[in-house]
C-alpha cells in the first residue's frame, strides 16, 4: 500500500477511533497505523485528551430545560416520508444538533486556548506552519544529486536579498548531511527561508530562518510532527532546525550552525 497516496486525515483517524468509519475505511486505516509509525502516533496523539471535558459542562447539561426539551420533542410530528431520511427520527435529529452546539463551544474554547498559549510564544506559530509543512517531506521530495557551490552560493543570495542574512555554502553545510535547495516562502507577511536537506540516516532535515523583533534567545527543544525541533534566535532573525534525527545529535548540529552562522 502506498502511504503516499493514502494519507489519511485528522478527520478520518477521528472517525475511527470513534467506530463511525465503513468496515473498508477502516481496515484501511488500521492498515496504514500498522505500516507507518506516523500514523500510529498520530492515532495514539488523537485517542487521549487531558481536556476536562465533562467537567467542563456539567453546569450546562445540570442547567439544561430537560423536561421542556422533551415536550418539545413529543410535540414534534413524524411525517412518513421523514422515515427514511439519514437521521432516522425527530429525537435523533435533535439529538445531533445538540451535539453539534456543544462541539462548537468546545472547539471555540480550544481555539481561544491555543491562541492564548500562542500569544505567551509567538515564534510557536510559525514553527508550528513549518513542521505541519516539513512532515510533508519523504526522501524522495529531496531526491536527486547535491548542487555544487556555485548553485549553493546563487540560491542563498535570495536570503540575502529578502532577509538582511548573507549566508555562504560553508557557513549552512551540516556534516554528513547533504545541501538540497533554498526555498523562499512567505509568513504573516514576512518572507521565510528554508534550507532543505537530506540525512542519509533519518531523512529530511531543514533550517528555517524568519525575521524577528523579539531578541536574542538561546537555543530549545521541543517535538512537532514526530520529529525535533530545536530553535533560538538572535536579534533580527529566529531559526529552527527540524528533523528526526535524535535530539542530542539535532543539538550537536545546532552548536555548529550557531558558531558559523553568529561568526
Known amino acids: 500500500m502506498n502511504n503516499d497516496i493514502n494519507i489519511a486525515s485528522d478527520e478520518e483517524l477521528t472517525a475511527f477511533i470513534d467506530g463511525e468509519l465503513p468496515s473498508q475505511d477502516a481496515a484501511r486505516i488500521e492498515a496504514l497505523a500498522n505500516a507507518d509509525e ?3 502516533a498520530r492515532l495514539e496523539f488523537l485517542s487521549h485528551s487531558n481536556l476536562p471535558f465533562k467537567e467542563a459542562f456539567l453546569p450546562l447539561l445540570a442547567a439544561a430545560p430537560r423536561a421542556s426539551l422533551e415536550s418539545m420533542l413529543a410535540a414534534i ?3 412518513r416520508e421523514r422515515r427514511g431520511s439519514s437521521f432516522g427520527s425527530r429525537r435523533a435529529f435533535l439529538g445531533a444538533l445538540a451535539a453539534s452546539v456543544v462541539v462548537g463551544v468546545i472547539a471555540d474554547r480550544a481555539y481561544l486556548g491555543i491562541s492564548r498559549s500562542l500569544s505567551k510564544d509567538e515564534g510557536a506559530e510559525w514553527r ?7 512532515s510533508l517531506y519523504t526522501s524522495d521530495t529531496l531526491a536527486g544529486p547535491v548542487p555544487p557551490a556555485d548553485v549553493q552560493s546563487v540560491q542563498l543570495a535570495q536570503i540575502d536579498r529578502k532577509l538582511g542574512l548573507a549566508l555562504s555554502p560553508r557557513m549552512v553545510a551540516l556534516p554528513g ?3 538540497k535547495r533554498v526555498l523562499l516562502l512567505e509568513y504573516d ?10 540525512d542519509p540516516e533519518t531523512g ?10 523579539k531578541g536574542e534567545k538561546a537555543p530549545d527543544i521541543e ?4 520529529m525535533n525541533v ?3 534566535s538572535s536579534r533580527s532573525h529566529a531559526f529552527m532546525l527540524i528533523g528526526h534525527a535524535p535530539a542530542d545529535r539535532m543539538q550537536e548540529i545546532v552548536d555548529s550552525l550557531r558558531s558559523k552562522l553568529t561568526a
Not at 128 to 134: H, N
Open 177 to 179: 548531511i547533504d545541501f
Open 38 to 40: 506516523r500514523v500510529a
Open 230 to 232: 530545536i530553535y533560538w
Open 128 to 134: 508550528a506552519v513549518v513542521a505541519e509543512y516539513i
Open 77 to 79: 410530528p413524524t411525517p
Open 223 to 226: 517535538g512537532r510532527e514526530g
Open 204 to 213: 529530511p532535515m531543514a533550517l528555517c530562518i524568519i525575521r524577528s523583533d
Open 189 to 198: 507577511e514576512r518572507p521565510l527561508a528554508q534550507i532543505a536537506y537530506l
